[in-house]
């Protein structure tokens, strides 16, 4: 391939890439191409979610309808089933050819078609034709080919439907925030209108900045009434979730980060935007998905900020529909449904989004099904819309019959949550007796009560890092032993696994110094980094114990431990916080002290830890991606991640032998924790302690209540002689089914 058209390439990319819109995006880079190689036609294609292929643009092809192929229909579904590119003459004489109606695409006599391979995946396909009937150049080819590997990282991103027209029944995949179907009519939520605002200058600072405290005021006041309503009519531990955005609003080093932008000569608004920018880019760059979730509390805040100060808030009297409401935008926060009529919200749709968002927390809590992530959409207020959580897809514009279907699964649905709900206060018992405890993840307050009403056993996992990164310092003893205390005297008697402070590297304390380490996920986090900052952990062990005073149900959880050195000096200074309070004459119960098997060194040290350790966690999520070198996060090779992997399974089988032998006791957390597949291999496995999300815990007592410990065991059995995660889901599926 020459110099010049490498330059053409990239000139092609880049120029697409500045384009306003995706539609633009794509015509630009036909055009282009058509151009370049000096063809009568290109068209680019797109896969859909039923693996049809949309003509998402065309030069040269006339096109004054939708052109949509079915599954490996025609020339264009060759190249797709076949992965491989199509060079012919003639075309229509090619026995997969398909004429296309009213396209003229008679006039051209070649074809060249290439496929748009992404994650593995054929997600479009590339095509040039020509009047004349003659091959493509070899040069002509490999420039195609060279380009379908640029355009399938653009295209990716690009949903299809909303380029070409709107049709029933359309589905949008995302992510299950909370469980649910529901149908209802849509109404959308403007987004704040943040990133639209522009860097002008401001004429009057002092001015601009009397203003920020007015506005920093008015929110302060919105947020408190907000509270007391959500309060009133959906308990204290809900309201809480509204505390997050106060604690910003009321931090010092927000206000003076805004006030320094304003300084600098800025608008309110502009030093509103970087300002949510600069603390929403410490939570992204975070690895835990929960802290990293927090992004959007900070992001909440400024969409709060802006429409207090535009005044363009929504309240009740904008609801105006009589039938079940789906709320739809790009960010849905508390405050946007604090004033509204629960009893007619029926659903969530959010552009963005993650499953341990804020949003999805509320949403558990109500019962109302939620889908994030799904990405932008082309639709109306008053559209109707179903909302599947379960399965963590929405349905555009769907048909009369579907919605028919769709009623009758609500239908028995609602049978099975009564079903579900009927053993909320009962233990998690198999049809043989055998008792399996069932714990409640948690982190934020709004999590605690929850947990409490779905029937936990106690607190698996409670977090301890927002306290700390809502903070410009460090929280101080005290305002810790307030956080602690919450979450303890919740559960009253019940088992409490407090964790200690799991940050680093990888999600670093933006107050604290910082080095930008190359690979942060093997770097200085968790206990490493604590024990760098040992005043840090003897602090949290001291609030800890504080906060447990009387109890002696409260258990402290180490994470990241992977050597000996770090196991026997955090157990030194847990003893040292232990004394330093007793001298102080606090009555002070010394906790039981375990760790997250996650660094897989630790599992061939457990036997050296048997007289040191009270109990181990299984991490299984951090565990698998150590095991199988995979970031999880990362979308280059998320796909491959799961935890049913077979070396993950026989490694949670080996530590469960090895805690059998030194009578050491086991739990899981994680995202297995919460699998039905998993939940069956690893009772079968002799795992008898779960910690999961609360919202999962109804569900998997029911699962459990279905099938004894033998069913398990011979289910794990199979299982542990698959070499495939494909293969143990396979053979999962047919059991749990």
Not at 60 to 70: C, D, H, M, Y
Not at 671 to 678: N, Q, Y
Not at 688 to 696: D, E, F, I, T, V
Not at 705 to 711: G, K
């Amino acid at each position: 391939m020459s110099k010049n058209t490498v330059m053409e390439l990239t000139r092609i990319i880049q120029n697409a890439s500045l384009a306003p819109s995706s539609k633009e995006q794509v015509q630009i880079i036909v055009d282009a191409i058509s151009d370049v190689i000096h063809i009568d036609v290109c068209s680019l294609y797109r896969k859909t979610p039923s693996n049809k292929m949309i003509l998402l643009a065309s030069h040269g092809l006339a096109s004054n309808r939708p052109v949509i192929l079915g599954e490996n229909q025609g020339l264009v579904g060759r190249v797709a089933s076949q992965r491989h590119s199509i060079n012919i003459i003639n075309p229509e004489l090619h026995p997969d050819y398909l004429y296309v109606p009213s396209s003229k695409e008679e006039e051209f006599h070649s074809f060249c078609g290439v496929p748009l391979v992404h994650h593995g995946e054929v997600i479009g396909v590339l095509v040039v034709q020509s009047r004349r009937a003659e091959l493509l150049a070899t040069e002509q080819e490999a420039f195609l080919s060279t380009l379908g590997a640029h355009l399938a990282l653009l295209i990716a991103n690009i949903p299809a439907e909303s380029l070409t027209f709107n049709q029933e029944n359309e589905k949008k995949v995302g992510v299950s925030g909370s469980p649910g179907i529901s149908i209802g009519r849509i109404k959308l939520i403007k987004s704040s209108g943040l990133n639209s605002v522009q860097d002008n200058p401001c004429t009057d600072i002092e001015e601009e900045i009397e203003n920020w405290k007015q506005l920093r005021e008015q929110v302060r006041q919105e947020l408190k009434e907000e509270r007391i309503t959500v309060e009133r009519e959906l308990g204290d531990s809900l309201a809480s979730v509204l505390d997050a955005y106060q604690l910003f609003l009321d931090d010092i080093g927000f206000s003076q980060k805004i006030e320094t932008e304003i300084r600098r000569g800025k608008t309110l608004l502009w030093a509103i935007k970087q300002t949510i920018k600069f603390f929403s880019d410490q939570f992204q760059a975070m690895d835990d998905p929960y802290l990293q979730a927090r992004h959007e509390d900070i992001n909440a805040l400024g969409n709060k900020l802006y429409h207090s100060w535009q005044g363009t808030h929504l309240t009740s009297e904008d609801i105006q529909s009589e039938e079940p409401v789906i709320l739809v935008g790009e960010q849905i926060t508390v405050s946007d449904i604090a004033n509204l009529p629960t009893e007619q919200l029926a659903g969530i749709i959010c552009y963005t989004g993650a499953a341990l968002s804020h949003i999805a927390i509320f949403s558990n809590a109500l019962g109302i099904p939620a889908v994030l992530g799904v990405g932008s959409l082309n639709v109306q207020d008053g559209d109707y819309v179903i909302v599947n959580a379960d399965s963590a897809y929405i349905v555009l514009k769907p048909s009369r019959q579907l919605i028919k279907e769709y009623q009758v699964v609500l239908k028995s649905r609602q049978a099975f949550d009564e079903t579900l709900k009927a053993k909320l206060k009962e233990p998690a018992v198999t049809q043989d007796g055998v008792r399996i405890q069932l714990f409640a993840n948690s982190g934020l307050q709004a999590d605690i009560m929850p947990g409490v009403r779905n029937g936990a056993d106690g607190i698996g996992l409670y977090r301890t890092e927002i306290p700390f990164m809502i903070r410009q310092n460090l929280p101080t003893e005290d305002e810790q032993v307030k956080v602690y205390q919450q979450v303890i005297s919740a559960y009253e008697s019940k088992p409490v696994y407090i964790r200690t402070l799991d940050v680093g590297a990888d999600k670093p304390l933006p107050y604290l110094p910082h080095v930008v380490e190359e690979n942060p996920a093997l770097g200085l986090r968790g206990i490493r980094f604590t024990l760098d900052n040992l005043q840090i952990l003897l602090t949290q062990f001291r609030a800890i114990m504080r906060a447990a005073e009387g109890k002696s149900n409260v258990n402290v959880l180490l994470p990241m431990v992977g050597a000996t050195q770090e196991l026997d000096q955090s157990i030194e200074l847990l003893e040292s916080a232990y004394r330093q309070l007793s001298e102080e004459g606090v009555s002070v119960t010394k906790p039981k002290i375990g760790i997250m098997v996650e660094v897989p060194a630790t599992i061939s040290l457990l036997p050296f830890w048997k007289n040191k350790i009270d109990f181990v966690s299984i991490g299984s999520n951090d565990l698998s991606q150590y095991l199988l070198a995979l970031d999880r996060n990362n979308t280059l090779v998320a796909k491959l991640y799961d935890p049913l992997h077979p070396a993950v399974v026989h490694e949670i089988k080996r530590i469960k032998s090895i805690a059998d032998q030194y009578e050491i006791d086991v739990s899981l957390c994680g995202e297995m924790a919460s699998d039905p597949i998993a939940v069956v291999l690893l009772v079968g496995m002799g795992i008898r302690r779960l910690s999961m999300s609360s919202a999962k815990i109804p569900y998997i007592k029911w699962l459990l209540s279905s099938h004894t410990i033998q069913d398990a065991e011979e289910f794990a059995a199979k299982a542990l002689a698959c070499d495939t995660s494909a293969a143990i889901r396979e053979l999962g599926k047919d059991f749990v089914r």
